[in-house]
């Protein structure tokens, strides 16, 4: 313990068991567990509900020259505020993330503006230098398009098994959107979603998980129906929070606020899909921030996505508090399984793991877009009760208290295949 001061102590909190006890916390981590230890500062938590922030595995982070949809500065705010410390950028940006000098350009991009510790994935595409990508730091690969969607173009699928086989080879994850694309032009949600059908869905994750899902680590992105999630195999499964919240009867027809890759699916899809809670193994929010006048396009041309970061963990509390799901699935599924599938440390009550919380109070309150962080500027989960953190710690600190920030350097979490150069 060598007898330095701590740098917090955040007392009364409950833990999973039920036990109380006070976790004191140095140099980014919990380092003692039980009666407080010296430290500099004390933050009370008997009235909270202490969770372990979230890793959100599936973030469009947006920026450069679609910096005025979001940017790092708006989208990791918007993370702060919702409960998570820790994002995962996909590399569907402008250009795309596919060499070694993108994958930097955007890493020092993320350090100068982020709220949030980060983690980028490498892009995957003809071209595909992966073991550059790997070198560099990339987290994972993908999301790999097997379909079209906003700002991606689909990767030709007799390519799919040559990729993955040398992201095996890596002993990298590879994270892939599956799809299936009819042709045509929707022009509403039904229409939307008749041309994305849940069919094909499922059957691109099942021949993928049984043809190819032996070379690599695999994991499905937002699956949108529990047949789809049935399909996955042995591979990780990862669904969104608006296939599990909003659905094609909760849209307007033709208003494109709601078009999403894959689409909202029928109320009885969306509600099959909560059956198959205890197989999905992450929760993320495929926060895909466009701006509204983007959004107000004809349906046909408007963009594809919903942003998600800072609602996702409120509507989870929420459901949590009207006893629909456990507190410790909504841990498991945010937190710690997205953290053992990517390598980042586990945030959490035990002495050595990531002092990263968020403090939740008990009251929900109707989430509106006037309080929300992001600059996309509207949510879809109007009027919906959320239950929001009032304040977030990271790295040991409080960086958000009440809707105030306190800035602190981001943390760069690098993949496993990062070589670290210039040490000597
Ligand atoms: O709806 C979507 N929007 N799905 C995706 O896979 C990409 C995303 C985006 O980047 O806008
Ligand atoms: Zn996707």
């Known amino acids: ?242 296939h599990l919240f909003l659905s094609i009867e909760k849209g307007d027809g033709d208003n494109a606020f709601l078009k999403v890759n894959p689409p909202l699916r029928h109320e009885q899809v969306r509600k099959e899909l909560w059956e198959a809670w205890n197989r999905i193994d992450v929760i993320a929010s495929d926060h895909a921030p466009h701006t509204k006048s983007e959004k107000e396009k004809d349906f046909s041309e408007a963009p594809s996505g919903i942003p998600g970061v800072e609602t996702m963990l409120p509507l989870l509390m929420a459901a949590f508090r009207e006893r629909r799901i456990p507190l410790m699935s909504i841990i498991k599924k945010t937190s710690w399984t997205p953290s053992d599938l990517l390598g980042i440390p586990r945030a959490g009550f035990r002495p050595g793991m990531r002092a990263d919380f968020a403090l939740y109070g008990s009251e929900p309150t109707l989430i509106t877009a006037e309080d929300l962080h992001s600059r996309a500027g509207w949510t879809p989960y109007e009027g919906m009760p959320g239950l929001f953190p009032e304040r977030v710690i990271r790295d040991g600190a409080l960086v958000y208290d009440g809707g105030e920030f306190f800035s602190r350097p981001p943390r760069w979490y690098a993949g496993r295949g990062y070589q670290v150069r210039d040490l000597i």
Not at 15 to 25: F, K, N, T, Y
Not at 184 to 190: C, I, K, Q, T, W
């Open 1 to 242: 313990m060598n007898g330095r001061r701590c740098d917090l102590v955040l007392s009364d909190v409950t833990l999973p068991q039920g036990r109380v006890a006070d976790l004191s916390i140095r140099d980014g981590l919990v380092c003692h567990v039980g009666s407080p230890l010296p430290a500099d500062r004390t933050l009370p938590c008997g009235d909270f509900r202490v969770l372990p922030a979230a890793v959100d595995m599936h973030v469009h982070m947006r920026g450069g020259a679609q910096g005025h949809k979001e940017d790092w500065e708006s989208g990791s705010m918007s993370a702060l505020a919702g409960g998570v410390t820790v994002v995962v950028d996909q590399p569907n940006t402008i250009p795309p993330i596919t060499s070694k000098e993108i994958f930097r350009s955007r890493i020092a991009e993320a350090q100068r503006a982020s709220w949030t510790g980060f983690a980028v994935n490498g892009g995957v595409d003809k071209k595909n230098d992966l073991l550059g990508l790997w070198q560099e730091g990339a987290m994972a690969f993908g999301e790999i398009f097997a379909a079209p969607s906003s700002y991606a173009d689909a990767l030709p699928l007799n390519l799919l098994p040559h990729i993955l086989h040398r992201i095996g080879e890596l002993g990298a994850l590879a994270t892939l959107h599956a799809e299936e694309v009819k042709p045509g032009v929707p022009s509403d949600l039904e229409g939307h979603d008749r041309l994305r059908d849940l069919s094909g869905e499922s059957r691109t994750v099942e021949d993928i998980a049984k043809e190819v899902g032996h070379l690599c680590r695999l994991h499905f992105c937002h699956l949108s129906t529990a047949s789809a999630v049935a399909a996955a195999g042995n591979a990780s499964v990862e669904v969104a929070p608006h």
